[in-house]
């Protein structure tokens, strides 16, 4: 598999349990504490440079020289969308009751894999309420495509802080789902990733991740749209560097 480091994170984890090895291509810009768990699981891994080649590229020729090997795709398949979905459902199930209602889903937006399941859940269980994708302004291949209604891919993977939303593009079938279950992306600018984060720590003794951190940047970038209402913002990952971790939190 390729990725940032969480979903390689779930492969190497699987792969322990079923006795077989796991090889996870990530970028060399990977955060050492999602190296470090993955190497936990005993996975291998191969670090690429992204500006010269992709992970996808590089899993590509490995999938070449290894045919009998199971390829588990990040994002782009319908188990990944299926297992994302059961989020949806506990939010749903927790959450939005006869007497207390959301207004809002806020939810990262990488390869689009998470998103598509929780859109998937809300379509057959609470079709009345609004999910609202949360993209790197840095990296907004899905806020290009929302609004110019066909799959937009970059040219290279974009440098954001939010490691796990370095994608060049969305899935083709994640697409297909977004496509028709969002009607906006927010587009967060490097410096409310941030906030986010230092938000998330000071008003609910959270340490999440920069990607994780997109939502409620997402409603700190627009916040007119969710004054009054009542929001679910998913924090998609804690796995950060201290000396990253403790650069972002020295403004607080």
């Known amino acids: 598999t390729w990725s940032s480091g969480n979903f390689g994170q779930a492969a190497a984890y699987a792969c322990m349990l079923l006795k077989k090895r796991c090889t996870v291509v990530m970028p060399t810009t990977s955060p050492k504490t999602k190296q470090a768990a993955i190497h936990a699981y005993g996975a291998a891994i191969e670090l690429v440079d992204v500006a010269t080649k992709s992970r996808s590229e590089r899993v ?16 782009d398949h319908y188990r990944v969308v299926a297992g994302n979905s059961t989020l949806g459902k506990e939010i749903f199930d927790k959450l939005h009751t006869r ?63 939010a490691d796990g939303a370095r994608t060049l593009s969305l899935g083709d079938l994640n697409w297909e789902i977004i496509s028709k279950g969002l009607r906006r992306i927010i587009e967060v600018p490097e410096e409310k990733i941030a906030e986010g984060l230092r938000a998330l720590y000071a008003y609910a003794n959270m340490k999440a991740e920069l990607t994780g951190s997109l939502s409620a940047g997402a409603v700190l970038t627009q916040p007119d749209i969710f004054e009054g209402k009542r929001i679910c913002c998913v924090v998609s990952g804690g796995n950060v560097d201290a000396e990253t971790y403790t650069k972002m939190l020295e403004s607080l």
């Open 60 to 75: 590509a020729e490995l999938r070449a020289e290894r045919p009998d090997a199971f390829y588990a795709p990040p994002y």
């Open 99 to 161: 007497t207390e209602k959301l207004d809002y889903i806020v939810c990262p937006i990488g390869g689009g894999g998470l998103i598509s399941g929780i859109i998937v859940a809300r379509d057959i269980l609470a079709p009345d309420v609004e999910i609202i994708g949360a993209e790197p302004l840095l990296g907004n291949d899905a806020a290009q495509s929302l609004q110019e209604g066909r799959l937009v891919s970059l040219d290279a993977e974009p440098q954001t802080m």
